[in-house]
């Protein structure tokens, strides 16, 4: 069942979707990119000090400090998926808006339902609208900063970039969201981009 993106008189799209993330693939990637420069800044700090302490560092040092920086990182994964399938259960949803002054996105604090049952979802997904929500996170990005997009297609995710990099990440429950907030993106990129005078 397609979601419910909302067309009104002056252009706008707005839509609701749930959003994993222990099982995200564009999160866990991110996750790891922590993981790795956790890992390295735990194993040069403890290198650091195995060196100020006592003026040097051996191959024995180097491999215990390697140990010490993977059972850190490890108890950071473990906390990491206790919060994600524990805490947020796996899950919370969004609130995208799309409007001639830029790209919106509200986070729910809710459970979002969604609108097929499924164990565990890798991808985003349609909910059904939360009774009571509230938002707790609110980003918006005007369309004058967003230079070029890229498209996640298999993933059904949109990245807005901009000179200082993603500006932000919009996620789409179905194929028909996707391709609307597509269209909308790249004529409003098409817009900001043509010289006033020239339409």
Known sequence: MPSDVTKRQEPELSWRVGVPVGSNPLILLDFASILVVAFLLAWLVLLAAQFYFDGFVTAAHVWSGAIVAFDFCVLLAIFYALVCFLVMRNRYAALYRFDRTGAHCDNLKCYPQALSRKALHCLC????????????????????????????????????????????????????????????????IAAEQTPPGSQ
């Open 125 to 188: 997904y349609p909910i059904e609208p939360p009774p009571v929500s509230a938002r707790s996170v609110e980003k918006h990005v005007g369309w004058g900063d967003v230079t070029r997009f890229a498209e996640l297609r298999s993933l059904r995710v949109l990245l807005l970039k901009g000179k200082r990099g993603t500006l932000m990440r919009v996620y789409c429950p179905d194929p028909e969201s996707y391709a609307a907030a597509l269209r909308f993106v790249e004529a409003k």
